[in-house]
């Protein structure tokens, strides 16, 4: 980032709000744009080659101009939380109306999420791939070749769990870093989905919860992650979408919790 000092910054969203200038909102555009690489960069991590980088970065920009034209200061939250967010969900808007995923890759989704919920609902607990596998009637390898076909879809992401449709509630690394975090809403019902969510989390398997921290608490990249946990990257992307899936199914399909 183009770097300011605290004081400074906070002088130029003061002037900004308060008088709309032009020049103040360039110079805070500027000063978070390295925002919209990071983010685009993690959306990117998953795609397939022919997603241009520099579309996710286009698309991200508009997220950002209009986190900066919308952000509160004095609500007391930091900006770059809510603007990830805001240029995670312009990535994601573009993504989906250009409509490039395969049907074939969807339906894939939805019956691997179905499967997981049945299994989970007669289990009482995640299943495990073999399970999975065994109740589809395919192989591990093929189920795991899917798994790494629906990450390419870019949106099992697990900061849409708490608000799919709000861009303005906190992103999840805050959810799973912070246990005291306040929520900006005030609201009961967030906080217990975030209760539960956390709950949730804390009950999966032992290698997919780590592939969920590393990646949403710590901020490493599914290769990072892989480097640590001495497997592809292929493969984290792998145990992270199911890891995710099997969450969503707890929040979306609550007849099968």
Not at 16 to 21: L, R
Not at 120 to 134: G, K, M
Not at 183 to 190: M, N, Q, V
Request: one cysteine or more; glycine letters at 6%; a negative charge.
């Amino acid at each position: 980032m183009h770097e300011k000092g605290d004081q400074e910054l906070a002088d130029l969203w003061q002037h900004y709000k308060a008088t709309g200038d032009e020049t103040a909102r360039e110079g805070l555009i500027l000063h978070y744009a390295p925002l919209v690489k990071f983010v685009a960069g993690r959306v990117g991590s998953g795609l397939p080659k022919n997603v241009d980088q520099s579309d996710l970065v286009s698309f991200g920009t508009f997220g950002l101009i209009d986190a900066v034209d919308k952000f509160e200061p004095e609500r007391g939250f930091k900006f770059e939380t809510y603007a990830v967010n805001r240029i995670k969900g312009a990535i994601l808007d573009e993504l989906r109306a250009l409509d490039w995923v395969p049907r074939s890759v969807r339906a894939r989704a939805r019956e691997i999420q179905r499967t997981m919920a049945e299994l989970e609902h007669r289990l009482q607990r995640t299943p495990t791939e073999d399970e999975v596998s065994e109740a589809m009637e395919i192989s591990v390898s093929t189920l795991r070749d899917q798994l790494g076909e629906i990450a390419n879809l870019g949106f099992v992401a697990l900061d849409e769990l708490l608000n799919p449709s709000e861009r303005d509630s906190g992103a999840m690394g805050e959810v799973i870093a912070d246990k005291e975090a306040i929520d900006p809403s005030g609201s009961f019902e967030k906080e217990e989905t975030r209760y539960m969510l956390a709950d949730s989390i804390n009950r999966l398997p032992d290698r997919e919860r780590l592939v969920l921290t590393l990646y949403y608490y710590e901020g490493l990249t599914l290769a990072e992650i892989g480097a640590v946990l001495n497997v592809t990257e292929s493969r984290i992307c792998q145990i992270h979408t199911k890891a995710v899936m099997s969450l969503r199914n707890r929040f979306i399909e609550p007849a099968y919790r």
